[in-house]
C-alpha cells in the first residue's frame, strides 16, 4: 500500500493509497509502523490523520490473496505485522483521528479503532467480518471494539458478522460524528486543528491516563493521575500555559 504523508502545521496526515480497496499486506503494515515510530518521536507533531483517497473504501482490510495458502509461519508474520502496526497506532501520543470514507472492512475498521476518534461520511460501512471467511480480526478488534461499544454490539459484528452503516455506528458510539460525503477530512483537519490549542505534554500525560483505565482497575489510577499533574511542572508548556491565561493571550507551546 501507499501512504502518503502530508504535514499540514502540527497535524500528520496519512492517506492511504492503493487503489481499489486500500487492502493491507505485511510491507504497508511494516511501511505503517515505521512512519508511526519516525512521526511519534518529532515533537512537532500533535496529531495524526488516518485518511483515504477513495470515496468508496476507506480500507477493505487484508488482502486476502496473501492469505490463500497452509504456511502457518507465514500466517503468523501477517498476524504479527497487523498487530505490531496497530498497537503503535493505538500508543502513537498525539491525537489520532481516522477520516472513514466508504468502506471501513476488517483490518481497514481495526486501524480505526485504534485511533482516538472516528468521524464517518454517510456513505460508510463498517463491518469486522473475518469469521465469514473461516478467520478472526488479529489487528487489536476482538478487543477494542468491545471497550468502545460494549460487548452485545462487539458480538454481533464479530459473530454475527453484521456491518453497520454510519448511523449506525453512531448511535452506537463506534463513530464520533458523521458528516456529508467528501467531508471527513476536512472536518479531521478542524478537529486535529483543535489540538494544537492544548499543550501536547498535558495532551499526552491525558491520553495516557485514559488509556490506563482499560487495562487495570480505577483506583490504580488515582495516584498515576496526581503524580503526572505534578510531573507537569517539570516543563515548559505548564509555565507557559498558565502565564498565557494570566497575561490573556495565546499559548506558544514548545511540546517540552
Known sequence: MSLVLE??????????????????TPESLAELRETLETLAADRDVYALILASRSEKFFSAGADLKALNHDDKGRAFAFAAAFGEAFEALAAFPGVTIAAITGYAMGGGLEAALCCDLRIAERQAQLALPEASVGLLPCGLGTQQ???????????????????LDAAKALEIGLVQEVVETGQALARARELAAQTARQSPVAVRYCKQLIMAARNRPLQ???PLERELFVRLWDTEDQKEGVAAFVEKRKPQWKNR
Not at 504535514?7 to 493491507?24: E, V
Request: charged share 20%; proline share 8%.
Open 145 to 163: 471494539l468491545p471497550w468502545l461499544v460494549g460487548e452485545g454490539w462487539a458480538k454481533r459484528m464479530i459473530l454475527l458478522g453484521e456491518r
Open 220 to 222: 490504580s489510577a488515582f
Open 7 to 24: 504535514r499540514d502545521g502540527h497535524t500528520a496526515i496519512l492517506t492511504l493509497d492503493n487503489p481499489p480497496a486500500n487492502t493491507w
